[in-house]
């Protein structure tokens, strides 16, 4: 049943990612990719909300696996974050490329540990037995 989860997020995932991404192309056209910086911070966000939910015990593994693997496996994006920094600086827009590289790195990264920091001021699990 697990696997049934994964290629049920998985597909879900890739349909977020499609509808995300041209949304943030609608709302700024051009050369400059921003919805793959989009996808790519809200996915940090969520692998480190999910990773300190899972942490507190909140989220079980199955669950993890669906949405972790699954859903952000397919919506988040860094192979199209590497293709996509090599075009622009293939354009010769370097200038764009580096601030395309470390929007996605930094913003990501600060995205995470967001992610996790909410996640852990949930406090202890309903789930976990008292000790």
């Given at each position: 049943?697990?696997?049934?989860?994964?290629?049920?997020g998985g597909a879900l995932g890739t349909l977020s990612r499609y509808l995300v991404t041209a949304a943030s192309q609608a709302v700024t056209p051009g050369s400059f990719p921003l919805g793959t910086v989009v996808v790519n911070v809200?996915?940090?966000?969520?692998?480190?909300l999910l990773s300190g939910?899972?942490?507190?015990s909140?989220?079980?593994?199955?669950?993890?696996?669906?949405?972790?693997?699954?859903?952000?496996g397919a919506f988040t994006t860094f192979s199209s974050f590497a293709l996509d920094?090599?075009?622009?600086?293939r354009e010769g827009a370097w200038s764009r490329a580096t601030l395309y590289v470390l929007a996605n790195l930094v913003l990501?990264?600060?995205?995470?540990?967001m992610g996790r920091?909410?996640?852990l001021?949930?406090?202890p699990s309903p789930f976990q037995p008292e000790p």
């Open positions: 049943m697990a696997i049934v989860f994964l290629m049920l809200v996915g940090c966000y969520l692998i480190g939910l899972r942490q507190l909140f989220l079980p593994p199955a669950w993890y696996l669906a949405l972790g693997t699954g859903f952000l920094a090599h075009t622009l600086g990501g990264y600060l995205a995470l540990v920091a909410t996640a001021r949930l406090g």
